[in-house]
Nanobody, 123 residues
Framework: QVQLVESGGGTVQTGASLRLSCAGS????????VAWFRQTPGKEREFLAAINWAGDSDYYETSVKGRFFISRSNAKNTAYLQMNSLIPEDTAVYFCGADDNWGRILAGQPRTWGRGTQVTVSS
């Protein structure tokens, strides 16, 4: 099974950009589809974007489409989430998840999760 570690979070001002990374290790990263989620205290985890194992198909939640962009480098065993024009409402812990089943990814139910990285956007 693949293990996931997120990085790239931090504190930025409104309007800034951040690129999060999701590094995979263990079983072949190319076996897995990857998705990004976020969660704030007291709320359910929110699906943001997904990319298939080959990197040639992606899907976005409407609320972030055109502002967030998902990509991956299988050569580097890493998936990315480029976040632009950040606003305070984007403040959350961001998680990546992986699954070899694309349906589970789109349903927001990957079987493998990272531990998350905090993103804070100040006004």
């Amino acid at each position: 099974q693949v293990q996931l570690v997120e990085s790239g979070g931090g504190t930025v001002q409104t309007g800034a950009s951040l690129r999060l990374s999701c590094a995979g290790s263990g079983q072949s990263f190319t076996d897995y589809n990857v998705a990004w989620f976020r969660q704030t205290p007291g709320k359910e985890r929110e699906f943001l974007a997904a990319i298939n194992w080959a990197g040639d198909s992606d899907y976005y939640e409407t609320s972030v489409k055109g502002r967030f962009f998902i990509s991956r480098s299988n050569a580097k065993n890493t998936a990315y989430l480029q976040m632009n024009s950040l606003i305070p409402e984007d403040t959350a812990v961001y998680f990546c998840g992986a699954d070899d089943n694309w349906g589970r990814i789109l349903a927001g139910q990957p079987r493998t999760w990272g531990r998350g990285t905090q993103v804070t956007v100040s006004s």
